[in-house]
């Protein structure tokens, strides 16, 4: 993840790991070989878990907004919790997943669940139809925002640290802070802020009308 999976050659991966070459080239008959099983065993799991609060099949979900609320904020915590107990898979996603020419972003793609990210866009897009999400987001461009929101963040540490390095509350960051910040970004930004209630109609003043007066013919007076 640091130096890029273009750049990293087997002897450098049978180093880490604690064998040789040879022992590597036996488990692996190929580099691709290799590759496929990194994201089978390492990728593949991370997708489904933090993907999972998604139901598989489209329905309606009871209390559609704020269950809603509820999986986006599952999701945020669940990316974040992956990314801080993996350190190597923000910068991992971002290099060789979300660059074009990745050379992982093909072996990840084909593993990406494509049925529960159209389930999530069609409850984005119920919310929406029922006046809880702001009419300009667009419901299949939101997990891209999570995952915006959550991997960067992470990905990019010690980069954001260094702008900030005199800021002790900067410093104190951490992967509850991130997971939070996303959470009120994601929320605040898609969901319509309640209506405020009707004013209540003034009351008019009460006069004393004089013995014998008139009735008064026209509403009291606005003060405009």
């Not at 609060?53 to 999701?75: C, D, K, N, W, Y």
């Amino acid at each position: 993840a640091k130096q890029g999976v273009a750049a990293t050659r087997l002897a450098h991966i049978a180093e880490r790991a604690g064998f040789t070459s040879a022992m590597l080239h036996y488990y692996f008959k190929s580099r691709d070989q290799l590759l496929d099983a990194v994201v089978l065993e390492r990728v593949v799991p991370v997708i489904g878990y933090v993907w999972s609060p998604v139901p598989q099949t489209p329905r309606r979900l009871q209390g559609s907004a704020e269950a809603t609320r509820a999986v986006i904020a599952e999701i945020v915590s669940r990316i974040v919790r992956c990314g801080t107990d993996r350190p190597w898979l923000p910068s991992l996603w971002m290099h060789e997943v979300v660059n074009e020419g990745g050379q992982l972003r093909e072996r990840v793609l084909r593993h990406l669940p494509a049925q529960r990210l159209q389930v999530f866009a069609g409850l984005i897009a119920d919310s929406q139809r029922a006046g809880a999400i702001t009419p300009d987001v667009e419901p299949r461009l939101v997990f891209l925002s999570i995952l915006g929101l959550t991997l960067l963040p992470l990905a990019t540490s010690s980069l954001w640290r260094r702008i900030w390095q005199d800021d002790p509350q900067a410093r104190a960051i951490g992967h509850e802070t991130i997971a939070a910040h996303a959470t009120a970004m994601l929320t605040g930004g898609l969901f319509s802020p309640p209506a405020a209630p009707p004013p209540a109609p003034a009351t008019p003043a009460k006069r004393t009308r004089r013995a014998g007066a008139a009735p008064d013919a026209e509403p009291p007076a606005t003060g405009r």
